[in-house]
């Protein structure tokens, strides 16, 4: 079973068997995704880490499936009716729902009224009813009463013949999965508000009368229509049609008819038979598939969900970072005061401080006075500044703050918090800052986050991050795994200095685990720096297998070998040599000397051990060694005099950071406290199947204001800035899509953002100590869509 495995997923991915048996191989024996798609291009035929980790999620639901097929035919056999005709149905199946309606007969399960009804011989009356309708279904009946055996009467006795009937029509695996199919290309969701839910569920409001088609629902308005249901504000029904009236046998119930031969000729027993067919319908076959559907759906959605999530995540993560610059972090405030923390080049803590600008206070002058002496004490070059409450009237301190002082030539800079109480709170906080109150903490994360996103960001669990789509709604292990995922990749696309990363930071690289890297910080502190590659042998614990996995991701700059400091793996080395003995320079000298380099042939360097792509990396590694794959640190300017959501006016044009981007648009930081959504209908002239290919969180845009609802706090804004706003101060939109809201009425399309999604916690206000949050919800309580 294990070859057609590989074959099935090696069809998915459009890639050979080998291949797929190559890294599945790899996976199997200990190596992480990272590892092998940078070192092993040569076993698995270059496959990315992006098929890799498809490779892995499917590896991981085909042995579950083949681990569940094995349990059916144990089953099924230990039951003595296991067929061959039946046993190759099983392994057939290519899925857990298909294998389920197979085992469905076969399951054992308490006593149901059909089995209850075989046992009072009552099959037999089943059977000749529906083999020949010629049957009268009273007179037939009548033969099978048996008070003995529970059969008062003829009605009894129908009923018994009825109930196993609906049992064998139910349990056609062929005949559930093709309606199940049809349900679901032709069904719809009808959603409707509880009475006297009105008030209490006002954030669902847009569901209150809502219906959408199955295969139209996107993922946010699915999880938005279980949660209003979780909190008893909505009734969620599934209808099978598209809401069209039909007289007589429905479809579905022609369907069933069909594949067990019943068909209305006016025999005694047709009509009886046809009420059968109706009540096997709306009792159990449409519940389970009503049931099949929901799961479908909430898994469909669950899926995009932390694919929304994930790809944020990558893109935070991979975030230009500032560099070894001396940072102050300013974490805003109002009553308790902006927390102030400078760090150093290196993020070390060099002083902390708390000032009192705003209301009550109102110590505008001492408080610039004393950051004015920080900054010159200790050469700051930026300011981060948090971007939760407060952070635009603290962005305003710190802008008279250069102008009064521009012979320091500070920079000042809005960065995410979100997070940032929860880092401020963890167990890793009280180790590394054990003198800091916690409420410094949170400045020291801000100004150290601005400086390298991902070494700071890999401290706190992604969840709280706060770039993700009903987080508190999808599952907690598929979710974990996925963004557990994405951070591995990213630190080591990044490459790390062991030398100075921390130990969740070292716990994200490939063989790594959390107890290698407290002794590698243990090491390191005892022993001083790590000079060369080869001395992480000496790590507790930290076996071939380890060092074969992490060697090429840890970088040591300034050490004894220059090629330590490259992503070139220490097994490569002789590579290296080889090529240094064949342009006859110093190791030194070769690096970054792309003259000689590009004159290089790789061909001519490959071995039994390394093939062409290896060679190729290595050259390239060479000729710009430790290369970073992040972008270059570029900063967002708010526009002076636009600090509250009544300064925007539509048609203002201003320059904004995406903060979130979900499967419906991207919501973008304008300096207002308020994140304005811009819809995907408004991010380019032509159709975007998915934001993320016109935006990415952290990307500073130019955005028009097409819309101001100041009661609601609602933003709308447009990337195409020859966008006009409509007469009535509302958008324009050539798709007809409107603000994105679903439409209130049961035959509406509903396509767009999903309006209120029901998130908690307070609405309009950015605000990290609703931690974990930050999610979706989080992010369209910002733009006003939470109210």
Same mark, same amino acid.
């Given at each position: ?23 599945? %191989? ?41 681990? $569940? ?55 037999? *009356? ?23 055996? @529970? ?69 946010? !308005? ?9 909190? %008893? ?101 109002? $009553?308790? &005061? ?43 070059? *930026? ?33 995410? %918090? ?69 951070? %591995? ?5 990044? @490459? ?115 093939? *062409? ?34 300064? *925007? ?104 953002? &999903? ?26 309580? !910002? ?5």
């Amino acid at each position: 079973m294990v070859t057609t495995v590989h074959q099935k997923i090696a069809e998915e991915l459009g890639v050979r068997e080998s291949q797929v048996q190559s890294a599945v %191989e790899l996976l199997d024996g200990g190596s992480t995704v990272p590892f092998i798609a940078r070192y092993r291009k040569e076993a698995t035929g270059a496959l990315d880490d992006a098929q890799l980790r498809t490779l892995e999620e499917r590896l991981r639901y085909l042995r579950e499936l083949e681990e $569940r097929r094995a349990t059916v035919l144990d089953s099924i056999r230990s039951q003595g009716k296991l067929t061959d005709e039946l046993e190759a149905q099983i392994n057939a199946a290519d899925s857990k729902a298909r294998l389920e309606d197979i085992y469905l007969p076969y399951k054992p399960k308490r006593r149901t009224k059909a089995q209850i009804a075989i046992e009072a011989g009552l099959e037999p *009356l089943a059977d000749q009813l529906l083999s020949d309708p010629t049957h009268d279904p009273q007179q037939t009946a009548a033969g099978f009463v048996d008070a003995e055996k @529970g059969v008062a009467d003829v009605q009894a006795a129908l009923d018994g013949a009825r109930s196993i009937l609906v049992e064998r029509f139910s349990e056609d695996a062929d005949l559930i999965g093709e309606l199940r199919e049809q349900v679901w290309t032709r069904g719809r969701m009808v959603s409707k508000v509880r009475e006297g839910k009105e008030e209490d569920g006002a954030k669902f409001a847009d569901y209150f009368e809502f219906s959408e088609a199955f295969t139209d629902l996107p993922s946010h !308005r699915i999880l938005a229509l279980f949660r209003g249901e979780n909190e %008893e504000v909505l009734e969620l029904s599934l209808e099978p049609d598209n809401g069209s009236e039909q007289v007589g046998p429905t479809d579905y119930e022609l369907r069933i008819a069909q594949q067990f031969g019943i068909a209305d000729q006016g025999r005694p027993a047709d009509k009886w038979l046809s009420d059968v067919v109706r009540w096997a319908w709306r009792t159990r076959i449409l519940t389970r598939l009503s049931v099949d559907l929901r799961l479908r759906m909430r898994q469909n959605a669950e899926d995009e969900a932390v694919r929304v999530f994930a790809a944020n995540l990558r893109d935070l993560l991979l975030a230009a970072p500032a560099g070894s610059r001396a940072t102050m972090g300013l974490d805003p405030g109002y $009553r308790t &005061g902006v927390k102030v923390a400078v760090v150093d080049g290196t993020g070390k803590v060099v002083a902390t401080d708390t000032i009192y600008p705003h209301q009550p206070q109102r110590q505008w002058d001492q408080a610039l006075a004393k950051l004015a002496a920080l900054a010159k004490e200790h050469s700051v070059d *930026l300011i981060a500044i948090g971007n939760g409450t407060a952070s635009r009237e603290t962005d305003k301190l710190a802008g008279e703050l250069i102008s009064q002082n521009p012979d320091l030539k500070l920079t000042k800079i809005s960065v995410s %918090e979100a997070g940032a109480s929860v880092y401020s709170a963890s167990a890793y906080a009280s180790r590394e800052l054990p003198d800091l109150d916690v409420s410094l903490r949170g400045a020291v994360s801000i100004a150290r986050r601005l400086q390298d996103p991902l070494a700071e960001l890999v401290k706190i669990d992604p969840k709280s991050i706060g770039v993700g789509q009903y987080q508190h709604d999808v599952s907690e292990t598929k979710l974990s795994r996925s963004l557990d995922a994405v951070v %591995e990749d990213c630190v080591n696309a990044v @490459g790390v200095d062991v030398n100075t990363a921390s130990a969740p930071l070292l716990t994200r690289v490939s063989g790594i685990s959390e107890t290698l890297a407290a002794n590698i910080v243990q090491h390191r502190d005892t022993n001083g720096p790590f000079r060369t590659r080869q001395k992480l042998k000496d790590v507790a614990r930290l076996g071939p297998k380890a060092f074969e996995q992490c060697a090429g991701f840890l970088r040591i700059p300034d050490g004894d070998d220059p090629l330590d400091s490259s992503a070139v793996h220490p097994e490569a080395y002789p590579v290296v040599q080889r090529i240094i003995g064949s342009t006859g320079t110093g190791i030194r000298e070769l690096i970054g000397n792309t003259r000689v380099l590009k004159s290089l042939q790789p061909k001519d360097f490959v071995d039994d051990n390394f093939g *062409l792509p290896t060679v190729t990396d290595i050259l390239a590694e060479l000729d710009k060694p430790g290369r970073d794959p992040r972008p270059e640190f570029k900063t967002a300017s708010f526009a002076e005099g636009v600090e509250k959501i009544a300064d *925007l006016k539509p048609g203002m044009t201003l320059e904004g950071v995406v903060t979130n981007v979900a499967a419906f648009g991207a919501f973008v930081d304008v300096g207002v406290h308020q994140d304005g959504l811009v819809h995907v209908s408004a991010m380019s002239k032509n159709f975007v199947n998915d934001p993320h290919d016109v935006v990415k969180s952290g990307d500073i845009v130019r955005v028009k204001v097409l819309d101001v609802d100041i009661p609601r706090k609602r933003i709308s804004l447009t990337l195409r800035l020859d966008d006009e706003p409509g007469a009535d101060g509302k958008p324009n939109r050539d798709s007809g899509r409107g603000n994105g809201r679903p439409q209130n009425n049961r035959n509406g399309n509903g396509r767009g953002n &999903g309006g209120r999604n029901g998130g908690k916690g307070r609405g309009g206000q950015r605000h990290r100590d609703n931690a974990p949050s930050g999610s979706m919800a989080d992010a369209l309580r !910002r733009a006003g869509f939470g109210n």
